[in-house]
């Protein structure tokens, strides 16, 4: 049984004795005494139930509610005090039980939600291991994405390569040829430039290139 429940059932029993002790000291009044009395007591009693039935949901504001419904029921029955003499251990025990709730509810009150008794603990390290599995989740998503990151940007990078590739291709039949011994530079469709033996063969990319290695354009194809 954790503190709440502990704390609720205490109140319950307290409530029970408050009311017996309560009735006790009341049934000597006669007329409309006793009518207004009673009903006084009884709207007490019944709100206070209902203060500890909501301790669970609202404990702060059921708390405060039951810190005033016991005030009030203290104030009503010391203002029974002329009763003592009928029912003196009905008065004790009505007073007695009332302070201690009353000293419950203020206690209780003030206790922060966040202390938590060894008992409650076990709830707590089963909301750390789902902290731990929710961190674990979110480790594993970020790295999920650091590999998607990668991935992307090795696809944009082929991406960028790819149009070079394509650059490269169209202009591979503008390539120029010469031969090693020759000075002069071919479109390799030139007559001139099937008669050149794959072992003196030079390639040049550019114009520029071949015009660099002192190499002359073909009148005849270029
Ligand atoms: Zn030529």
Same mark, same amino acid.
């Given at each position: ?8 059932? *205490? ?55 039951? *810190? ?26 009505? *007073? ?28 707590? /390290? ?21 590999? /998607? ?44 430039? /099937? ?17 660099? /290695? ?9």
């Amino acid at each position: 049984m954790d503190t709440l429940k502990k704390h609720i059932w *205490t109140h319950l029993f307290l409530l029970v004795l408050i009311a017996i002790s309560g009735m006790i000291l009341v049934s000597s009044l006669s007329g409309i005494n006793y009518i207004l009395r009673f009903v006084i007591f009884l709207a007490i009693w019944y709100l206070a139930l209902i203060g500890i039935s909501a301790i669970k949901k609202h404990k702060t504001r059921a708390t405060a509610a039951l *810190t005033i419904l016991y005030s009030l029921s203290l104030l009503n029955t010391l203002l029974l005090i002329n009763l003592v003499g009928a029912h003196p251990v009905a008065f004790i025990i009505s *007073t007695f039980a009332t302070i201690t709730a009353l000293i419950l509810a203020i206690i209780f009150k003030e206790e922060k939600e966040h202390t938590f008794s060894p008992e409650e603990l076990p709830e707590i /390290q089963m909301d750390s291991s789902v902290i731990e599995s929710a961190a674990q989740a979110e480790k594993q998503d970020r790295k999920a994405r650091a590999e /998607q990151k990668v991935k992307i940007e090795a696809e944009a990078n082929l991406e960028e390569q790819t149009p070079k590739t394509k650059v490269i291709k169209t202009f591979s039949p503008s390539r120029f040829i010469a031969s090693k011994k020759g000075s002069t530079f071919h479109s390799p469709k030139c007559d001139w430039a /099937q008669k050149i033996s794959e072992r003196n063969t030079v390639w040049f990319n550019t114009e520029s290139a071949a015009k660099k /290695q002192s190499y002359k354009k073909c009148k005849a194809c270029l």
